[in-house]
């Protein structure tokens, strides 16, 4: 059985190439919701990628939350992001392997940011307190601490680029 990673993808560009990636995925629901699980573009040949549980952000038209078997699907939104002429910027986390990071397509350029082993060396679990130690501050959720160190080497990576 597989591990459920979360993914949150929005894509950019110009409004009439956003509305056919909108229509892409409207339609991968549609048929999600009709009880085909799992969903790859018609253009994607791949057997690996599929889009699960798919539904649409509230609060962007061009953002799509949905998981993926145990890591993220890059290569299909790059895939579909080649095939539209747009970018997108993903941030998915599967906590349980400790997969977490952030993918920026833009102007063809992708940059994946993710957290590895070496990342979490200074941070500890207390089973006393039920919560994670990290530089000397106590955080009730692991996830707090992997938006730092990933925002952290997002920085650093943008500073060595300048």
């Known amino acids: 059985m597989a591990n459920w990673c979360n993914n949150k993808v ?27 699980i799992g969903q790859i573009p018609d253009f994607i040949e791949s057997k ?19 998981e993926t078997r145990w890591s993220p699907n890059i290569e299909s939104l790059w895939l579909i992001a080649n095939h539209y002429n747009v970018g997108f910027v993903l941030d998915y986390e599967e906590s349980g392997c400790m997969v977490y990071g952030k993918t920026i397509y ?28 990290f530089e000397g501050k106590t955080y009730d959720y692991k996830e707090d601490i992997m938006k730092i160190l990933l925002e952290r080497k997002i920085n650093k990576a943008n500073q060595k680029s300048a």
Do not use: H, P, W
């Not at 063809?108 to 130690?133: M, S, V």
């Open 48 to 66: 690996s990628g599929y889009f699960f549980e798919i539904y649409q952000n509230d609060t962007d038209e061009y953002s799509f939350q949905y």
């Open 10 to 36: 929005t894509f950019t560009g110009s409004e009439e190439r956003l509305d056919k990636v909108l229509n892409l995925f409207q339609a991968m629901i549609e048929k999600e919701s009709k009880g085909n």
């Open 106 to 133: 833009e102007n063809e350029i992708l940059t994946d940011y993710f957290l590895n082993q070496c990342d979490f060396q200074d941070c500890t679990y207390n089973a006393e307190t039920d919560c994670y130690d």
